[in-house]
């Protein structure tokens, strides 16, 4: 007995700072993270990348992805808050993760980032396709282009691509402008079109094509064009981020420090812009940026502060939320105008769109409907790169009672009055019958 107290004591002390570095709704931002990889020398390699990720407070966790004894969670508990995938050609993850379990991993509300190149394997590419995106089928395609390419000293296939097409959100690309080419060398991939949830961050030039650089074009490209996504992002619904690239190498140190110009252009810039890209993408992807959340969600009377068990028809009442945006560090106030409530039943009887005090405090009042029967407050707010928020509160809503009908309708006095002539009328003749008899 003694010896299995012994154990167990053991166990948890391994456990705790497991447990500990968890994924906190209080603190949002990613903070242990297993980072698998084809070769330990990605590492340096890639080592740019990950002193970023040290420097803003990630715990990093390197390991083969066919090491045998990797797991994303023990006795139920998750181990990592988030997982990299630097191993484009793993035929076989090691210890207990398989597909399955690194898409039950984003099911539960955890982040991914997975890098593929030429050599992926078909692992990834099944890991890349559940996730809402497919890589050219073909196996030695690579991204091409002649027109948009970027110039280097020995002319070469037009493999190197400078993409400066990027997606237009400050939340997910950050507010300073990336002013240089991005620098693209891998496989492109196009998204699914039943997936509303996949958006494109780095896209090609019309003239781009997917093929293989090293022959002859017999048949045309099974991607072209606008169709092609160099990177790519997910939000699910259950607000787990999702970053997939067709390259390894654009996030190496090579190409965060190379000169780029772009063909066609005399601007040659000193370096990429690979470097601010991924940076900043990594803040989102790791809810740095972007994370958004509601407390505080109260309702009343005009007039009163205690929210009550229910309201009657007609009531004046006045609904209010307090949102804030996580910056990396703290809480700080989301100002926006388009956050919108609905007093729903069936269907949104009224839909009123929340003023804003600058500060967080969202609020506005409206008259219950004249319509009894069982309410709710709904919020669903949903803007691009921002987690969604989706708040329901039910509340009855009763009649009248018959002691609180009004006892004169103003619209309808001269029926009143109609009525007081009729009566006036009977009592006056029947008084002067009376008399004459």
Known sequence: ??????????????????????????????????????????????????????????????????????????????????????????????????????????????????????????????????????FDEDPSAMVIDHIRYAVSETEGDHTLIASDDLIKSDVILGSK?????????????????????????????????????????????????????????????????????GSLSMISNRFFRSGVQKAGSTTKHEKSGNEQFFTELSKWVFHERGHLKAVNVKHHKVGETDEPALYRINDELVYSLEIYEWSGSSWEPYVADNVQVQFYMMSPYVLKTLSNDKKGLYSTSFKVPDVYGVFQFKVEYQKLGYTSLSLAKQIPVRPYRHNEYERFIPTAYPYYGAAFSTMAGFFIFSFVHLYNK
């Open 1 to 134: 007995m003694r010896k299995f107290w012994v154990i167990f004591v053991a166990s948890i002390s391994i456990l705790l700072p497991f447990l500990c570095n968890s994924f906190s709704p209080e603190i949002p931002t990613d903070r242990r993270v297993l980072v698998l990889l084809d070769d330990l020398a990605i590492k340096s390699s890639h080592s740019s990348y990950f002193n970023s990720l040290k420097s803003r407070g990630f715990d990093l966790d390197f390991k083969l992805a066919d090491d045998p004894k990797i797991a994303l969670q023990r006795y139920g508990q998750y181990l990592y808050d988030a997982l990299i995938l630097f191993c484009p050609s793993v035929e076989r993850f090691g210890g207990s993760i398989d597909v399955a379990s690194i898409i039950n991993f984003v099911d539960s509300g955890h982040d991914l980032i997975v890098a593929a190149d030429v050599n992926a394997s078909d692992l990834i590419r099944e890991v890349a396709t559940e996730c809402g995106v497919d």
């Open 177 to 245: 402008k990336i002013t240089a080419p991005v620098l693209f060398q891998g496989i492109g991939h196009s998204l699914n079109p039943v997936n509303s949830l996949v958006l494109k961050v780095l896209s090609t030039s019309p003239s781009a094509y997917s093929a293989n650089p090293k022959s002859k074009l017999s048949t045309p490209p099974s991607l072209m064009g606008s169709e092609i996504s160099l990177v790519s992002v997910v939000q699910a619904r259950n607000n787990a981020r999702i970053l997939i690239s």
